[in-house]
Nanobody
Framework: HVQLVESGGGSVRPGGSLTLYCAAS?????MGWFCQAPGNRREGVAR???????NYADTVKGRFATSRDNAKNTVYLQMNSLKPEDTAMYYC???????????????????WGQGTQVTVS
């Protein structure tokens, strides 16, 4: 049974920082971070594989950074210079298979965590 458990969300002032954590019950090559604000669709934030540089949504480039510890099956999302528009529920997700064509497309990911709330105000 696959489990993804996020943690690290919370409330922060604009300009502040948070680090999100996602612990998976097993290794996945293609991991992603997504966010969903009330009334909006779920959107890709970043994706990471063991074999290439992470990709980011334009809205978070230069402010967010994702990394991973493969030995711990854990992915991190460092969020800096947070803005009120970053307020959302953040989810980590895992895609079955290898690293190829790993992209932040919601439909590609079959495993999801429960989400962690990030509020910037």
């Amino acid at each position: 049974h696959v489990q993804l458990v996020e943690s690290g969300g919370g409330s922060v002032r604009p300009g502040g920082s948070l680090t999100l954590y996602c612990a998976a019950s097993r290794f996945f090559a293609c991991m992603g971070w997504f966010c969903q604000a009330p009334g909006n669709r779920r959107e890709g934030v970043a994706r990471i594989t063991p074999h290439d540089q992470p990709n980011y949504a334009d809205t978070v480039k230069g402010r967010f950074a994702t990394s991973r510890d493969n030995a711990k099956n854990t992915v991190y999302l460092q969020m800096n210079s947070l803005k009120p528009e970053d307020t959302a529920m953040y989810y980590c997700a895992a895609r079955h298979g290898g690293s190829w064509f790993c992209r932040t497309d919601v439909a590609d990911f079959g495993y999801w965590g429960q989400g962690t709330q990030v509020t910037v105000s």
